[in-house]
């Protein structure tokens, strides 16, 4: 199994219309979500050696599409490179269906990244996505879920 997650530059800059869009695309999606991909190239080997071939890619609630009504204008870049990682995570899953590869959003977590708006300890996070990843199997397979097991919306 392995577990890539897109660096987590948690910036809060909001892209709106009247927003100099370079200000705030400083982290440009492409460039946020390409480590996932190589990452995934590189350890597909032990990937494929593994007994349970399980890829987790640890995205963000922010990525979902149907989030951004709930969310507003803040975190444009970072929601966007969530949502680019997304979709490598569907198209690596429709080229390797004899891979499970599921998304998650590990909640709002205390850690550096969110000092704030964090709500649940770490420790909580990783025993639910944990409990997860060891029991997906390949009918699972392109699951958006989140760390307590709820399902996401795109
Ligand atoms: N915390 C949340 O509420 C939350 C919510 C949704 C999604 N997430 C996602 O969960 C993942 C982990 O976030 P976190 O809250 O644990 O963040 P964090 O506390 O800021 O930790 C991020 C980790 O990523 C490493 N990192 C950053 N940029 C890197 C790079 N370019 N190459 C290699 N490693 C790099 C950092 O290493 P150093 O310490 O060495 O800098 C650090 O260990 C991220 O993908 C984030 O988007 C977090």
């Keep these: 199994m392995r577990v890539s997650t897109a660096p987590g530059s948690h910036s809060s ?3 709106t219309i009247n927003d100099p869009p370079c200000a705030a695309l400083s982290s440009p999606p492409a460039a ?3 480590p ?3 990452l995934s ?3 597909l080997p032990f990937v494929e050696k593994g ?3 399980v890829i987790l890619h640890i995205s963000s609630t ?3 599409m149907q989030s ?3 969310i507003g204008v803040i975190y444009g870049s970072y929601s966007m490179s969530k949502a680019a990682y997304n979709m490598l995570a569907q198209k690596q899953r429709i080229e390797r269906p004899d891979l499970t590869i599921i998304t998650m959003c590990p909640g709002p977590v205390k850690t550096d990244m969110n000092p704030i708006d964090g709500q649940i300890e770490p420790e909580e996070s990783v025993q ?3 409990r997860i990843v060891t029991s997906v199997n390949l009918g699972d397979s392109g699951k958006y879920l989140r760390y307590n097991g709820e399902v996401i919306p795109w």
């Design 13 to 15: 800059g909001s892209i």
């Design 32 to 34: 946020l979500s390409s």
């Design 36 to 38: 996932p991909a190589l």
């Design 41 to 43: 190239q590189v350890l």
């Design 51 to 53: 007994e349970r071939k």
């Design 62 to 64: 922010a990525g979902s």
């Design 68 to 70: 951004v009504p709930q």
């Design 128 to 130: 639910g996505i944990l």
